[in-house]
């Protein structure tokens, strides 16, 4: 199954290469939340793909999909997360495919067209870049990290805004990175790349994929509060494993 999600993620990305060349037909589902004509036609490839190579399986997508399956198998994908950066061409954007086995994740693919960039991983069997094997880093402290986070759509209205977090985590740690793809975010911290990453209002079809890269890289994803993670949820604190304690601490508000 990870070798067909791979090509299918591969092909989407050529899609979503051409549209962008072709020009964009940009549409707001919210007043910051956009949707392309690239989003849709993405989805729609890998629906069709995925029905033909699965058709026992379920299937969720960002824009619209559900399709009831007959077997335990859940697709949680997204056609682009980061469809703001790709609308205004910033380069860091994915492709995310997941699969869920019941409340468990147990496949995860994310590729980023533009670096080409392919993170995948198999529950059991390690995660990987392009073919090579990664891992976590091993930094010790939130001091010495790079963290990454993010901000919901209805940023100026909710409480839960994430703001407070992202201020005391920049003044404690190496910096904080908000590059608008969830998906990318775990990646990097499954290569390495970032120590930790968190967020407080996502969809399954942000983190279902990266949850399962993090983990088989060696790293820890959990709730924001260190409750178990939920890849059918809306948060997620992810780490190397390392500073995962001190980076709920300091979410919860609590001295590490």
């Keep these: 199954m990870i070798k067909q999600a791979t090509q299918i993620a591969l092909d989407a990305g050529e899609i979503l290469i051409e549209k962008r060349a072709a020009g964009l037909t940009i549409e707001h589902k919210g007043s910051i939340d956009l949707v392309t004509d690239a989003d849709r036609a993405s989805e729609k490839y890998i629906v069709e793909q995925l029905k ?3 058709p026992h399986h379920g299937i969720l997508g960002e824009e619209g999909t559900r399709v009831e399956g007959s077997s335990d198998f859940l697709w949680v994908i997204d056609p682009i997360d980061g469809t703001t950066n790709f609308a205004h061409g910033f380069p860091y954007f994915s ?51 790079l963290l990454a986070s993010g901000f919901p759509y209805d940023i100026a209205t909710t409480k839960e805004d994430n703001i407070k977090s992202f201020e005391i985590a920049t003044k404690v740690s190496q910096g904080v990175r908000c590059l608008g793809s969830a998906a990318l975010d775990l990646c990097h911290v499954a290569a390495g790349r970032l120590e930790g990453f968190w967020e407080l209002s996502l969809h399954p079809w942000d983190i279902a994929a ?17 409750q178990k993670f939920r890849p059918l949820g809306h948060e997620v604190c992810a780490s190397n494993g390392r500073v995962h304690d001190e980076l709920l601490a300091l979410l919860t508000g609590v001295e590490p």
Excluded: M, Q, W
């Design 95 to 145: 492709i995310s495919l997941g699969l869920l086995r019941g409340d468990e994740v147990v496949l995860g693919v994310v590729y980023n067209p533009v670096t080409k960039e392919c993170f995948a991983a198999e529950l059991g069997s390690g995660a990987f870049l392009n073919g090579e094997r990664i891992s976590v880093s091993k930094i010790e402290t939130l001091h010495e990290s």
């Design 52 to 54: 033909k190579s699965f």
């Design 210 to 226: 990266g949850s399962i890269v993090v983990t088989e890289a060696g790293g820890r994803v959990s709730g924001c509060r260190g």
